[in-house]
């Protein structure tokens, strides 16, 4: 990872999404679907290499306008984001939570639009039967 300019001492857990990973091999032929685990998680540390399914997508699709209440769904925008940290999410499990900065997502919206802020994109478990989320990153099953 030092080859790409991160600390290591600083950031000593590197997750990677890669979105779309399975999209010719699970769900629809060529396409990035919600809510399955087409997508590849890479977790890598000083002890460990793991690779598995995950999600980076919501759930669903929810169209929407603007911050408020109304606002559409959220995915997370490609790039590094060194704002999680282990914390409990939704109050209930450990898991990797946006609680260190603001991140930059792309909102379902006609047409999709960008939003920047604490959104609680959290990196968190998914459920058995569907991917369980309103907008987190990663979903591990």
Not at 97 to 117: E, H, L, S
Request: hydrophobic share 30%; charged share 20%.
């Amino acid at each position: 990872m030092e080859k790409f300019g991160i600390d290591r001492s600083r950031y000593p857990v590197v997750v990677v999404g890669i979105r779309g990973y399975y999209k010719n091999s699970m769900g629809a032929p060529g396409v990035n679907d919600r809510g399955i685990y087409d997508d590849a998680i890479f977790v890598q540390s000083a002890q460990t290499m793991l690779s598995c399914n995950g999600n980076t997508n919501p759930t669903r699709y929810r169209i929407g306008y603007g911050t408020t209440s109304e606002k559409g769904m959220a995915s997370l925008d490609p790039g590094a984001w060194f704002v999680h940290k282990f914390d409990l999410h939704r109050g209930k499990y450990l898991a990797l939570c946006q609680r260190a900065g603001d991140v930059t997502v792309t909102r379902d919206g006609n047409p999709p639009y960008k939003d920047t802020g604490s959104f609680g994109i959290n990196i968190h478990r998914g459920g058995y039967n569907q991917t369980s989320s309103e907008g987190c990153p990663i979903r591990i099953t």
